[in-house]
């Protein structure tokens, strides 16, 4: 230690005058210039650092013992009139945050040695309270009219002993908010992001303490980085005072942290090889069985998946409506074929994922929910949800089928405009939920009948169906050669697991490493996991492919074909929706190859997709067409036709009092070619569905 600390101390105040003399000149005029609007000087750390050995010194110093850096940099300022005001007085109110620190500290790894030290943490923005004012410099007058000063720390309100003016006794003193100083300060509470934690581990959160021109920043469900000084603060139970201090961080400064696939680092040698992969012939291949390399089969969605992960580009257009990129989706089909399996590998696969099930799912907790409870002081604070914590991710919902109806609705908004409105409790807010929905869900009786109709067996509204891009039904049929195929594939993971976990125990003769390797190749992926993950998050930074002539041609005639535009009274089979969720899903094809053109080949690829989904859920085996009305209206061109002509045979045999006897009506409207039991099921349907009532037995009436 110096033996002249004041020598030392003007040192170090001289360093940080030189630092911003020759930095921060211009960003110090711009605040003097529009003091006191602007009054925020951000230092970036790593510009104290490169400068020379001083500057480490002062990087050091500002990690250890930040609160002195701060005085020292605001007497720097002062002393060097750095910052001059219109009226020449020195400027008050300034605040210094430094930015850009090298080292993040998780939440779950502050300990004690951290308190009054600078941290940066990482997470995701749960809650925020409201902005109040706070004072920070109470003053007080006592009955004789002495003003006493007295400065407030965070927390508890301290009143002073007593008047502090020299032989005054008065010990009974009134706060005087005129003559006080307040300050802007707001709650936030920060979670730990949920990708790398461990199962079962609960994300921690952390509460920041924001003030000044800081508070009103952010939002709920952005992600942010907090630097700022570790507090403690002694918890009182109940009055008693407790020896366990709580934690918050005072802070110093915000980043919003970029939202996309930006977590992931990519060194040379990973892009490299990221490259040679791209250029593989067999990519497609590769990529499809590197997901979920456990599961047998299954192809075609196994490659949807894939497209999911890559997606396509979210587009702002000049009037300010953005076309959403993200790729929906849905998995329909019998218990028993890793569904969820499917599931639970993608969210270990993408960069930012969460998995919930439906079934314990409800629409607060997807979206986003107003709580009272004691982190705003019993006032309403708003809460994120699992679907705004997947923003620029996938968020993967189980048992979709199995959710309550009004939680399913709240999933529209979030889907197809991607973001979650909220009003409740006085809160009006908008959160961004830009993630990718893929979801499960078992069909409404357990299993499928092959000769029913499919929208009876789909639990699910068609206006939440038709916002899929993709929907497969995964059908569980016995088949001799597939699933002799599948049970070889099962039995050989689950011995070679015996053997390994064997292996581990007692080593077993004649068995080597390499002799594993072998036996685990079927289940083991192409590429591997974090290659993987680093593959999807360098195709999403770097490729924005373009649409080529004769891939827009290929899509352009597929879309009509589907439309079938020459028949007039055809069911509409298509709809506009379609046509954008085949554009995304070739972006995401081209993707997968880091190419910059969307090419024929891609059309071609989403087009054998796009077509093997519609084949399963909307075609017409009756009428060979497709139909998609079967999805998006639940009722089949055919039955909406029946409807009709029963209601007109009604209206011409009743006349004026439109009542019938059922009879008579099944009669006239099966003599024109429809078949009796349709003719019944019809007028099943429009008495169940309350347009019609049977006003005594065997009579029909129309509401």
Not at 272 to 289: C, F, G, Q, V
Not at 334 to 342: E, H, M, T, Y
Request: proline share 5%; aromatic share 6%; net charge neutral.
């Amino acid at each position: 230690m110096d033996t002249t600390p004041d020598l030392h101390e003007t040192d170090k105040t001289a360093d940080w005058s030189r630092l911003l003399k020759t930095r921060y000149k211009k960003e110090l005029g711009e605040i003097s210039r529009e003091y006191p609007h602007k009054r925020s000087v951000y230092i970036d750390y790593r510009e104290i650092e490169r400068f020379g050995k001083a500057g480490i010194a002062l990087a050091d110093e500002l990690l250890e013992n930040p609160g002195k850096v701060i005085e020292d940099v605001l007497d720097a300022i002062t002393n060097a009139q750095l910052i001059r005001t219109k009226d020449g007085k020195p400027p008050k109110g300034i605040n210094i945050r430094f930015t850009n620190l090298p080292k993040k500290t998780l939440i779950r790894n502050i300990r004690s040695d951290d308190i009054n030290s600078f941290v940066s943490v990482e997470g995701i923005l749960r809650k925020t309270t409201e902005v109040r004012p706070r004072i920070v410099e109470a003053v007080f007058r006592c009955p004789a009219g002495h003003f006493t000063h007295k400065m407030q720390k965070y927390g508890k309100f301290i009143d002073p002993d007593g008047c502090a003016t020299d032989g005054c006794t008065f010990k009974k003193l009134d706060l005087i908010p005129a003559r006080s100083r307040f300050i802007d300060s707001q709650k936030l509470r920060v979670q730990e992001s949920p990708e790398g934690l461990r199962g079962g581990e609960q994300p921690q959160t952390m509460d920041v303490d924001v003030t000044d021109d800081l508070c009103g920043k952010i939002s709920p469900g952005d992600r942010v980085i907090i630097n700022g000084i570790l507090r403690s603060m002694q918890r009182v139970i109940k009055g008693e005072k407790s020896t366990v201090f709580d934690i918050f961080i005072e802070c110093n400064s915000i980043e919003v942290a970029e939202k996309e696939f930006e977590e992931v680092e990519i060194d040379e040698k990973d892009e490299d090889e990221i490259l040679r992969l791209s250029k593989d012939p067999m990519i497609y291949r590769m990529i499809t069985h590197s997901i979920a390399p456990t599961i047998y089969g299954s192809e075609d969605v196994k490659q949807a998946i894939a497209l999911q992960l890559f997606g396509g580009m979210s587009k702002e257009m000049p009037d300010g409506s953005r076309l959403r990129g993200d790729i929906h989706v849905l998995l329909i089909g019998d218990p028993g074929i890793a569904k969820s399996q499917l599931l639970r590998y993608v969210v270990k696969l993408s960069p930012r994922a969460i998995y919930t099930s439906g079934q314990s799912s409800t629409a607060a907790g997807l979206t986003a929910t107003a709580v009272k409870d004691e982190f705003g002081e019993g006032r309403w604070t708003l809460e994120a949800g699992a679907l705004v914590l997947a923003d620029m991710g996938v968020a993967a919902v189980d048992e979709m089928d199995k959710m309550e109806k009004g939680d399913r609705s709240a999933l529209h908004e979030a889907m197809e405009q991607q973001s979650i409105s909220v009003a409740k409790a006085g809160i009006t807010a908008t959160l961004k939920s830009r993630c990718a929905l893929l979801g499960a869900a078992n069909p409404k009786y357990g299993r499928f009948d092959m000769f029913g109709d499919l929208s009876d067996q789909i639990n699910m509204p068609p206006s939440l169906l038709s916002r899929f891009d993709l929907i497969f039904i995964m059908t569980d049929q016995p088949e001799q050669k597939r699933d002799l195929a599948i049970a070889e594939h099962i039995l050989k993971a689950h011995i070679t697991g015996e053997l390994i976990a064997q292996h581990k125990k007692t080593p077993i003769p004649g068995v080597t490493d390499e002799y594993i390797q072998q036996q685990l190749k079927p289940v083991m992926p192409d590429i591997d996991p974090s290659l993987f993950r680093k593959y999807v998050a360098y195709a999403k930074r770097n490729c924005f492919p373009m649409v080529s002539d004769e891939a827009k041609e290929a899509l352009v005639s597929y879309y009509l074909k589907l439309r079938g535009i020459a028949e007039p009274n055809k069911p509409v089979p298509v709809t506009a929706r379609q046509l954008e969720a085949l554009v995304r899903l070739a972006e995401a094809s081209a993707r997968i190859r880091l190419s910059s053109t969307i090419d024929t080949s891609d059309a071609e690829r989403v087009i054998h997709i796009v077509d093997a989904c519609l084949r399963q859920i909307a075609y017409d085996a009756k009428t060979g067409t497709f139909d998609i009305d079967k999805v998006v209206t639940g009722i089949s061109k055919e039955k909406r036709d029946i409807v009709r002509v029963i209601k007109d045979a009604i209206r011409d045999i009743g006349g004026e009092g439109r009542r019938a006897a059922i009879d008579q009506v099944i009669d006239t409207v099966s003599s024109r070619g429809f078949p009796r039991e349709k003719v019944k099921e019809g007028i099943d349907m429009l008495l169940r569905h309350g347009e019609a009532m049977e006003p005594k037995s065997g009579i029909i009436q129309l509401i």
